[in-house]
């Protein structure tokens, strides 16, 4: 069982905004290790009409409460007018691989019967992770079969020759208080281009009980097995990580009671928490993690004490 010691809130981009496009939230920090010294952590910053596009705020390793930079533009703004990416984007993951450094984000679009559309794309970076290219104005993970409204690619390993791919997969909508809710289950698939996505793929894991959505997967390689942190919701309101292990990273076996995060008895993270993101750091791990709606208030960080890694396996953050 994990046991997390909350460190506080890292990044408010209300009070520490460098311009129009970072007024507020700090959408599913995503944690990338620079050096020995600094760790990145890239995030989905909104303007004042809510429109998020995706930056980085640089943290002390040692201490991740002292932030060293924040970038002052986007590293990736936007997609063109139509796109699937022109509403917004969160981040997926951000992964060293043959070709540069690739980013998968989840580009957001606004249609009229329907509350948005949400599907992967995927940007290079030759700078170091300083800017991103788009590799396509379009999806490399688009609508298909059971995936007619998200498919959110949240987690991706490369190794032997190959891509691992989890994701969030939605096709319908949770009516709650008059008000629809995206419903979606997280699924998995490999390929060795990401120019030839399969059709076919796995169920990781499903909503269970009042459960109507469960996302955002990440995935690490801790004592020889697969652990997938995630965010689960149910119809009363609940918004809260769980956790699960695998032997395969494909068959999944829940042990949410063993994530060790509680709420806060007051202020940013005291009514949900979300978005949880891992990265080793020396004999510990740092979670970077959003709190009540969705990270409006930015992100936070806790720290546990020393997982053992896979030596077989890189780990990815």
């Given at each position: 069982m994990f046991a997390w010691t909350k460190r506080g809130l890292v990044f408010e981009p209300a009070r520490r905004g460098v311009g129009g496009w970072m007024q507020h939230s700090a959408l599913t920090p995503t944690p990338y290790r620079l050096n020995?010294?600094?760790?990145?952590?890239?995030?989905g910053f909104r303007d004042a009409q809510g429109v998020?596009?995706?930056?980085?705020?640089?943290?002390?390793?040692?201490?991740?409460?002292?932030?060293?930079?924040?970038?002052a533009e986007p590293v990736l703004e936007i997609g063109r007018g139509g796109c699937f990416d022109d509403n917004g984007m969160?981040?997926?993951?951000?992964v060293q691989a043959p070709g540069g450094l690739h980013m998968f984000y989840v580009g957001f679009q606004r249609v009229a019967k329907a509350k948005f559309l949400a599907f992967t794309?995927?940007?290079?970076?030759?700078?170091g992770g300083e800017s991103f290219q788009r590799r396509q104005e379009t999806p490399i993970?688009?609508?298909a079969p059971g995936r007619s409204t998200i498919a959110a690619v949240h987690s991706a390993m490369w190794a032997n020759g190959r891509w691992r791919l989890w994701y969030a997969v939605g096709d319908d909508w949770e009516q709650i208080g008059g008000q629809p809710y995206p419903r979606y289950h997280i699924r998995y698939l490999e390929t060795d281009s990401l120019d030839r996505?399969?059709?076919?793929?796995?169920?990781?894991l499903l909503p269970r009980g009042t459960e109507y959505r469960i996302g955002r997967p990440r995935v690490?390689?801790?004592d020889g097995r697969y652990v997938m942190v995630f965010t689960r919701g149910n119809v009363t309101g609940e918004y809260f990580p769980g956790l699960a292990y695998s032997d395969d990273g494909v068959h999944w076996e829940r042990h949410d009671e063993a994530l060790g995060l509680e709420l806060s008895a007051e202020g940013w993270d005291?009514?949900?928490?979300?978005?949880?993101?891992?990265?080793?750091?020396?004999?510990?791990?740092?979670?970077?993690?959003?709190?009540?709606?969705?990270?409006?208030d930015g992100f936070g960080v806790a720290e546990t004490a020393a997982v053992h890694v896979d030596g077989a396996a890189h780990v990815h953050a």
């Open positions: 020995d010294e600094a760790i990145r952590v890239y995030a998020s596009r995706i930056g980085y705020v640089d943290v002390l390793a040692e201490d991740p409460l002292v932030v060293l930079r924040v970038s969160i981040l997926g993951d951000v794309g995927l940007a290079l970076s030759s700078d993970l688009d609508r996505m399969p059709h076919e793929d796995r169920i990781c690490y390689r801790m005291s009514r949900t928490l979300c978005y949880p993101a891992l990265i080793q750091q020396g004999d510990h791990w740092l979670m970077f993690y959003n709190g009540n709606d969705m990270g409006m």
